[in-house]
C-alpha cells in the first residue's frame, strides 16, 4: 500500500458481564493512545490518522489487546478512507465547520 495518510475510525463494543464496558473501551484507548498515531476520541468512535500499514497495526493491536486480556466478546466497526493519490486527513473533511 502506498505511504500517503488515511483516516479510519474504531469502534469497539465489548459484549461483557465482567465489568462496565467502558472500562475495556478505555483499555483501548489507552493502546491507540500509546501508538503514536494522530488520533481524536469522540463519543461514539476513535479517529485515527496515519499511513495504511500504521493505522492497521493499531487497530490489529487494540484486538489482539482485547484478546490478550480475557476480553469475552466484542464488536469492532471500522471506517478506512483511503485516496489513491494523496493525503485524505480528518482536518481536511471537517475544517470547513469548525470556523467561528
Known amino acids: 500500500m502506498h505511504q500517503f495518510l488515511i483516516n479510519a475510525s474504531i469502534q469497539i463494543i465489548p459484549i461483557v458481564l465482567d465489568k462496565h464496558p467502558y472500562q475495556w473501551v478505555d483499555e483501548a484507548i489507552a493502546i491507540i493512545q500509546q501508538s503514536g498515531v494522530k488520533y481524536e476520541v469522540g463519543p461514539f468512535a476513535t479517529v485515527l490518522e496515519g499511513t495504511y500499514?500504521?493505522?492497521?497495526?493499531?487497530?490489529?493491536?487494540?484486538?489482539?489487546?482485547?484478546?490478550?486480556?480475557?476480553?469475552?466478546?466484542?464488536?469492532?466497526?471500522?471506517?478506512?478512507?483511503?485516496?489513491?493519490?494523496?493525503?485524505?486527513?480528518?482536518?481536511?473533511?471537517?475544517?470547513?465547520?469548525?470556523?467561528?
Open 53 to 100: 500499514n500504521e493505522v492497521m497495526q493499531v487497530i490489529h493491536q487494540v484486538n489482539e489487546f482485547l484478546y490478550e486480556k480475557g476480553c469475552a466478546e466484542w464488536v469492532t466497526n471500522c471506517q478506512i478512507q483511503i485516496r489513491s493519490a494523496g493525503h485524505i486527513t480528518a482536518s481536511v473533511k471537517t475544517e470547513k465547520f469548525n470556523r467561528q
